[in-house]
């Protein structure tokens, strides 16, 4: 992932931003220091967006494609009420395992569920009447349109789909690999969808909020 936002400037932001848990802190020096692919993790910035996203949804019920090493499946845990849920999907044994260890340090790990296996076979095997106040798509960009299609009926009114990476370095601007035009297709498809309003946010590589009408 090439930085869109210069550096310093990230950096500034994330010193003028409430600090997170130390239990954070210690996730992300761990998997920055041991994991693969760490640039992955979604860090101080956007998981403070997502805080105070979860507080202002009041969001009970969270569905999260993507754990990696829980990053954001823990920063939105710490952020919900005593009875939230969150079901975040994994396909990375390993990934889960390290995950879990850091949840099961934290008073708000119980409200994580991890689902391993394909997401969109997990997707599919929800209950038909399981519905989320917030869905977070942080995982395979080539299956984003697929996931939007399956998680925008699932999405209460006035819920918040929200989608990382959807700038992909700026390659959205000069689309050639696979993965390029997929997230295109996927900003392309939530722009047309009469039943969202959307914001692309120029923070980190791109979030996409969209707000079910
Ligand atoms: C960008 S990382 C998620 C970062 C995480 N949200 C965080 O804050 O640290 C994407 C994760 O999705 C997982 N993944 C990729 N394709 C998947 C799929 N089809 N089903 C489930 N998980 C998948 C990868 O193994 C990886 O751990």
Excluded at 1 to 29: C, F, G
Aim: proline share 6%.
């Amino acid at each position: 992932m090439k930085a869109i936002v210069p550096k310093p400037i990230e950096q500034y932001a994330a010193a003028h931003s409430t600090p997170h848990s130390a239990l954070l802190d210690e996730l992300e020096a761990y998997t920055l220091a041991n994991c693969p692919r760490p640039q992955m993790l979604t860090g101080r910035l956007a998981g403070g967006l997502l805080r105070i996203l979860v507080k202002l949804t009041d969001a009970r019920r969270i569905l999260e494609v993507g754990l990696y090493t829980g990053y954001s499946a823990l920063t939105m845990a710490e952020a919900m009420p005593k009875d939230g849920v969150i079901i975040s999907c994994e396909v990375e044994p390993e990934l889960a395992t390290l995950a879990q260890s850091f949840f099961d340090r934290s008073p708000h790990g119980r409200k994580i569920e991890v689902r391993m296996g394909p997401a969109l076979a997990t997707l599919q095997a929800l209950p038909v009447d399981a519905v989320f106040d917030l869905v977070f798509l942080d995982a395979d960009k080539e299956n984003y349109c697929t996931y939007y299609k399956e998680l925008l009926p699932r999405l209460r009114a006035g819920g918040l789909l929200i989608a990382d990476n959807t700038l992909w370095s700026g390659s959205v601007l000069k689309p050639e690999e696979e993965t390029d035009r997929a997230i295109v297709s996927f900003n392309e498809l939530v722009q047309r969808d009469p039943q969202v309003e959307n914001v692309l946010l120029t923070l980190r590589d791109g979030m996409t909020l969209i707000r079910k009408l």
